[in-house]
């Protein structure tokens, strides 16, 4: 080997020893400073631990300062509602105090008032005593009369007596005129009935051949077609002639009505359903009542007593049939006559 290749050789070895002394004094330079970092972190522990338990017994303490707090400020409240208690029994005290006062006060003049109460008693006691005696008096005077009245009172008990025997008498009596009443009223009813049927039979004879005239039950109906024209009260001629028929029927069989018989006949006027409303005729009310008063009229012109004759209008409210049909309409317009007993 020559030289100069030796001296390289020992020239590099030479340059290690020092890597290795700086990275020596590098590691204890880092272990020195995580000395210092573990003191300073120990350290700092331990202040943090002792802060904690610092802090710790500072919040027991206000937690004990704030329960003692908690608790003047409740003995406050407390003494301040004993307070306002007794002040408020106090002030209740003081009204009873004024109130016995004034009850003691009334007492007192109610006694004074008592006391002139009980001395005026004493007077009319005395004044009473007085009337006593004189009531007595007149007791015996009164007993006297009521023994004078006691005689007089069997006297009249008698007569009373006598009185009743003559009312059951006379009861009785009324009793049999009643029944005699009752059987002559119902014998003109049996007559006025029999003139009634005398009278629709000849007026059924006197209209025959007339279907739209015809008898129902106590009453003789003509249809109002038969008498009127529609939507009026004017009699037709044709109506004129039927109603001359039975005027002149009936004044027959008035002839033979006896005078006691108080008949009279009533003519009643019905419409259908269907409403009216026209200046002469507001409502089927109208209509109605005019065809009767028409018939009355026409009636008494031929000859019929009007204190015989009476008029009355249903409108649509009474009618025969209910069904809404041209057949149900026209029976339901129509003309009654009913004789009868006023």
């Known amino acids: 080997m020559s030289y100069a290749s030796r001296r390289v050789k020992r020239r590099d070895f030479d340059v290690w020893p020092g890597y290795v002394d700086a990275l020596s004094s590098m590691l204890m330079l880092i272990a020195l400073v995580l000395m210092v ?32 707090l908690n608790l003047e400020q409740n003995t406050t409240k407390s003494l301040k509602a004993k307070n306002a208690e007794l002040e408020a029994n106090y002030q ?11 009850t003691v006060a009334e007492k007192e003049k109610l006694a004074m008032a008592y006391q002139a109460d009980r001395d005026a008693a004493a007077g009319e006691l005395n004044k009473a005593k007085g009337q006593v005696d004189s009531l007595n008096l007149q007791l015996s005077t009164l007993a006297k009369q009521v023994e004078e009245l006691n005689k007089h009172l069997a006297l009249l008990t008698a007569d009373l007596t006598s009185t009743k025997s003559t009312l059951l008498d006379k009861d009785k009596q009324i009793k049999d005129l009643d029944q005699k009443l009752k059987k002559a009223m119902l014998k003109k009813v049996e007559e006025l009935a029999d003139y009634r049927s005398d009278f629709f039979g000849k007026l059924k004879k006197a209209l025959s051949n007339r279907p739209e005239i015809r008898v129902v039950g106590d009453r003789f109906v003509f249809q109002s077609e038969v008498l009127f024209p529609s939507a009026s009260a004017q009699l ?9 028929k039975m005027a002149e029927t009936l004044k027959q069989v008035a002839q033979s009505i006896p005078k006691e018989v108080n008949w009279i006949l009533t003519v009643i006027g019905h419409t259908d359903k269907r409403p009216i409303s026209t200046p002469q005729f507001p409502s089927n009310w109208e209509l109605s009542t005019a065809r009767a008063l028409s018939v009355v009229k026409f009636l008494q012109e031929s000859g019929i007593p009007a204190s015989r004759l009476s008029a009355t209008g249903y409108g649509e409210h009474q009618p025969i049939e209910n069904r809404m049909t041209e057949e149900a309409f026209a029976k339901n317009r129509r003309i009654e006559l009913k004789f009868n007993q006023k």
């Open 92 to 102: 209740r005290g003081l009204l009873e105090l004024n109130l016995l006062k004034t």
């Open 236 to 244: 037709e001629e044709g109506g004129k002639q039927e109603l001359a």
């Open 37 to 68: 970092m573990v003191a300073a972190q120990f350290y700092l522990g331990n202040a943090l631990n002792t802060k904690d338990v610092a802090l710790d017994e500072l919040a027991v303490r206000l937690r004990a300062l704030t329960d003692s």
